[in-house]
């Protein structure tokens, strides 16, 4: 039980970075490392049998797609997607304590 709390509480903390550093990407280079770490985030989640929050980082994988010249296309749809894998870990850690 503790090993599966201590996942929850690392997914948990490294969404709430994500949801930190998408708020504060302002070049494209920003966005490829975005892009990245949230590729490593949905393989370690995979990895932790977490798939739910999986099914929904897919989701965000599948609207990111970093440009060089212009602005995203899915910024709000970017944002709305991390804000609900917030809640998703959040819910999962409460359930996991009672």
Same mark, same amino acid.
């Given at each position: 039980?503790?090993?599966?709390?201590?996942?929850?509480?690392?997914?948990?903390?490294?969404?709430?970075?994500?949801c930190?550093?998408?708020?504060?990407?302002?070049?494209?280079s920003?966005?490829? !490392?975005?892009?990245? &770490? /949230?590729?490593?985030? %949905?393989?370690s @989640?995979?990895?932790?049998?977490?798939?739910? #929050?999986? =099914?929904?980082?897919?989701?965000?994988?599948?609207?990111?797609?970093?440009?060089?010249?212009?602005?995203? !296309?899915?910024?709000? &749809? /970017?944002?709305?997607? %991390?804000?609900? @894998?917030?809640?998703?870990?959040?819910?999962? #850690?409460? =359930?996991?304590?009672?």
């Amino acid at each position: 039980m503790m090993a599966k709390q201590y996942g929850d509480l690392e997914v948990l903390q490294e969404i709430e970075a994500l949801c930190i550093s998408h708020q504060k990407i302002t070049q494209s280079s920003e966005c490829r !490392d975005f892009n990245h &770490r /949230a590729a490593l985030l %949905l393989q370690s @989640l995979e990895e932790k049998g977490f798939f739910p #929050l999986a =099914d929904r980082m897919m989701d965000l994988l599948a609207c990111c797609n970093p440009k060089d010249i212009s602005q995203c !296309d899915s910024l709000q &749809r /970017a944002r709305d997607i %991390l804000e609900r @894998l917030r809640y998703l870990a959040r819910e999962s #850690l409460e =359930d996991d304590r009672k």
